[in-house]
């Protein structure tokens, strides 16, 4: 009995833990739960609506994350349209499709079908901007407002209406006006066909025209790259240009400063010599006179030397005859070294 008893009871406990595991299941599977990292960024709109947290997020229709929050904060977009409050929807989505949210991406609040749950549909048209970063914030595509699209329909209606039941305005001459008016117009396009066929003739030979000279500037300016090569050089040049007017601003202050102070200097020493000239002319002729005739007496003396050495030279005077005679020189020269020898013999003789 007892042993009948432990195996019901082992059954039941068996099935309430698969019913709970089963449970489990369905909640995750359901609820989109995921175990690992997550890749979180966050998109704010002026109004969210009818997003809710929890709510999905797609690319090209398939759901990728969800919504992990709602919040209110301070709108910072310098918009006129923009609202003091806006809604961030902080968002998380798995890190396999990080690769295909990128910093020109937009995001759409939209329903799947007319009654179907608001979710963030993410739209990324290339992939030449950069994939964004965990917790980067972007800005979203604000939803169309119907109940404001209502209300302005409502108030076109009602002024519609105020229009048509004014009784300053008669509502059958309008419509009769327009009427005679649109004939008027279908008379003057009849009788002008011919003119009216040429004038659109002329204008689409132009267009032609002006096709030829796209394609031909095109072709002149190889499918851009061209202007796009001189517009970069232009840019180039302009920086280089930008620098170097840099490096001679920086260099042309103590330039500028030097020569300042080299035009002070010359123009002190003008001063100074026109001080030092103005009423010593006199002076100053005299000092040249007086140049002068010192020259003139050296260029004499100068003379009278060279005359001196040419009689010595030849033997002239006392001088010339000590520096002609060999004999006398050598006599001289002996006297010299005896007395070096002998020193006393001029005090006495032997």
């Known amino acids: 009995m007892k042993s009948s008893e432990t195996a019901i009871e082992v059954k039941v406990g068996a099935l309430v833990i698969f019913a709970l595991a089963l449970l489990v299941t369905f909640v995750l599977v359901l609820g989109d739960f995921s175990l690992g990292n997550q890749f979180e960024f966050s998109v704010e709109f002026n109004n969210a609506g009818g997003l809710k947290p929890g709510a999905d997020v797609a690319i090209a229709g398939l759901n990728v994350g969800n919504v992990k929050s709602l919040r209110f904060i301070q709108n910072e977009r310098a918009d006129a349209n923009a609202t003091a409050v806006a809604v961030r929807a902080n968002i998380e989505i798995s890190p396999d499709y990080a690769d295909a949210v990128r910093e020109n991406s937009q995001f759409f609040i939209t329903t799947r079908g007319v009654l179907g749950e608001p979710y963030i549909e993410i739209v990324t048209r290339d992939f030449e901007a950069k994939p964004i970063e965990g917790g980067t914030v972007m800005r979203g595509v604000d939803p169309p407002r119907i109940d404001i699209i209502v209300a302005k329909a409502s108030e076109l209606l009602s002024s519609l209406n105020d229009l048509l039941d004014d009784p300053s305005i008669q509502t059958k001459d309008l419509i009769s006006n327009t009427a005679s008016l649109m004939k008027n117009l279908d008379t003057v396009l009849v009788d002008n066909r011919e003119n009216v066929d040429t004038t659109l ?110 009689s010595v030279k030849n033997g002239d005077g006392t001088v010339g005859a000590l520096l002609t005679e060999k004999e006398l020189y050598d006599d001289l020269k002996e006297i010299l070294r005896d007395i070096k020898q002998r020193p006393w013999k001029i005090v006495w003789k032997e």
């Open 201 to 310: 003739k002329n204008v689409a030979d132009a267009s032609g025209e002006a096709n030829q000279l796209l394609e031909s500037l095109n072709v002149a300016v190889d499918d851009g790259q061209g202007l796009k090569r001189t517009l970069r050089d232009a840019e180039t040049t302009a920086g280089s240009a930008s620098r170097i007017a840099k490096r001679v601003e920086k260099d042309i202050d103590p330039i500028l400063a030097d020569v300042n102070a080299m035009t002070t200097n010359a123009r002190n020493a003008a001063e100074s010599a026109d001080k030092l000239l103005t009423g010593n002319e006199q002076k100053i002729q005299n000092s040249i006179d007086n140049l002068e005739n010192s020259t003139a007496r050296l260029n004499k003396v100068s003379s009278d030397a060279e005359e001196v050495m040419a």
